[in-house]
């Protein structure tokens, strides 16, 4: 059995974590190194992933030479996927993205243009798209049970990018005042805000349930928190030929959906031309209205089954099965959803109406 060998390279973001987690318990993959330039970073995944000396780095290239990963995590700052996207592009390795896509349209064109020069895979992650829910949502829409989409509704959030880490443990109100000031999320040059960070999930996972299509045109308003210069709070609306969809994002919830839903619910809710459902995160079932049936019922989430459990998993069995990634994880739909980010982006800083940005 082929061990694949995985590295997992900056750890800006606290998902790194949760991927390394995941690629640990994978019974065909080890991990064979990570480096971040911040040795402090790394402690806390050398310890539970029982990493010698010899397997942790600050200097990326050594990392990539000595440890010779099949492939590599990235998680650094938004604003940065682009730059080392190109970094790890250079020694031919396949690459997983933690969410958003990038920074900027031209950023993510540019991460797809490195990595394909090399002929090497190049995935996305969006860690709602492993959610039973969700998933359940793609498949009773690909089953015509809502007819054709017309309108996605997403709302997502938490109470703030600072309040957990890695496997969510949560931190102390002391905690995150003192990161506040010096985290690249509060930070507009590095990608940081509701907007950049969270707005993804709903337009990346609704194209997915919209097949794909575009809108024409995208309205955004974000708040404007005092004493900031990112938002916590952001609302797009984009219209499409057959109707509108609206994405919002929320920094400042009471509490965290994963522990106690909140209210406005995070999740997603489609309307159809036969009928609506709406898949509220981490609950274990859809709640389904059908021209046949039009009272609300629920329907069980589906048990999800390998290889779609989580984007380690779904990663190393593209790779062995020389299977190109697909749905909300590739770089189609995440451009998609990159442009609709794109375009709310200027919306909300000229404060009009733009046409979706190509």
Not at 61 to 87: F, N, Q, S, Y
Not at 171 to 187: G, I, N
Request: proline share 5%; aromatic share 8%.
């Amino acid at each position: 059995m082929k061990k694949w060998k995985i590295a997992g390279i900056n750890f800006d973001h606290f998902h790194m974590g949760d991927l390394l987690r995941m690629a640990a318990n994978h019974p065909e993959a080890e991990i064979v190194a990570i480096c971040d330039e911040h040795p402090a970073r790394m402690a806390e995944a050398t310890r539970n992933f029982g990493l010698g000396a010899g397997q942790v780095f600050t200097d990326y290239r050594a990392c990539l030479e000595r440890a010779k990963p099949d492939l590599v995590i990235l998680c650094p700052a938004a604003a940065k996927h682009g730059e080392w996207t190109a970094k790890v592009a250079a020694h031919g390795v396949a690459i997983m993205v933690e969410k958003p896509f990038a920074g900027s349209l031209a950023e993510a064109d540019a991460m797809v243009a490195a990595q394909r020069a090399t002929g090497k895979e190049l995935m996305i992650n969006w860690p709602l798209a492993w959610d039973p829910g969700i998933r359940t949502c793609k498949r009773l829409i690909e089953e015509g049970r809502i007819g054709d989409v017309l309108e996605v509704h997403s709302y997502g959030g938490n109470r703030g990018p600072l309040w957990h880490g890695a496997d969510k443990l949560e931190k102390t109100a002391a905690q995150v005042q003192s990161e506040k000031p010096h985290s690249w999320f509060y930070k507009r040059s590095e990608g940081g805000g509701s907007l950049q960070d969270y707005a993804g999930y709903g337009t990346t996972i609704g194209t997915w349930f919209q097949g794909g299509r575009k809108p024409i045109e995208v309205t955004c308003v974000v708040d404007e928190p005092a004493g900031l210069e990112v938002d916590e709070h952001s609302v797009t609306i984009a219209r499409y030929a057959h109707g509108l969809s609206k994405f919002e994002t929320r920094w400042g919830t009471f509490t965290d959906p994963w522990t106690t839903q909140t209210q406005p619910k995070c999740g997603f809710v489609v309307n159809g031309t036969d009928g609506t459902l709406s898949a509220w995160n981490y609950d274990p079932f859809i709640t389904l209205q059908t021209r046949a049936r039009p009272e609300c019922h629920r329907v069980e989430a589906d048990a999800v089954q390998s290889p779609y459990q989580d984007p380690v998993q779904y990663f190393l069995h593209c790779l062995a099965k020389g299977e190109p990634v697909s749905g909300p994880v590739s770089t189609a739909i995440s451009r998609i959803g990159q442009q609709i980010i794109d375009s709310a982006m200027l919306s909300a800083r000229e404060k009009r109406t733009v046409r979706l940005l190509e």
